[in-house]
Nanobody, 126 residues
């Protein structure tokens, strides 16, 4: 049984930082993508960042480039999202997802991901 668990959310002021963690267990494939998505109230879920554990290739949404960094610890089946210079518009529920094919070659598109975590809330106040 595949489990995906996020942690590290919280409430911060604009300009501060947070680090999210995502741990996967039970996935049968050794090579896969892990990705972060977020969803604010009344908005669609959007891809934030992704990483392929085979070579460490990373992918970012334009809205977070230069502020967020995705990384991995393959030994622990864990992915991190370091979020710096947070803005109020970053406020959302952040979800972690896992997929062997990186969502069919589109790692920041939610449709192709099967396994999801329950989410962790990030709130940034001005």
């Amino acid at each position: 049984r595949v489990q995906v668990v996020e942690s590290g959310g919280g409430s911060v002021q604009a300009g501060e930082s947070l680090r999210l963690s995502c741990t996967e267990s039970g996935y049968t494939y050794s090579r896969y993508c892990m990705a972060w998505f977020r969803q604010a109230p009344g908005k669609e879920r959007e891809g934030v960042a992704a990483i392929h554990n085979g070579g460490g290739r990373t992918f970012y949404a334009d809205s977070v480039k230069g502020r967020f960094t995705v990384s991995q610890d393959n030994a622990k089946n864990r992915m991190y999202l370091q979020m710096n210079s947070l803005k109020p518009e970053d406020t959302a529920m952040y979800y972690c997802a896992v997929d062997q094919d990186c969502s069919g070659g589109y790692p920041l598109v939610a449709l192709g991901y099967i396994y999801w975590g329950q989410g962790t809330q990030v709130t940034v106040s001005s």
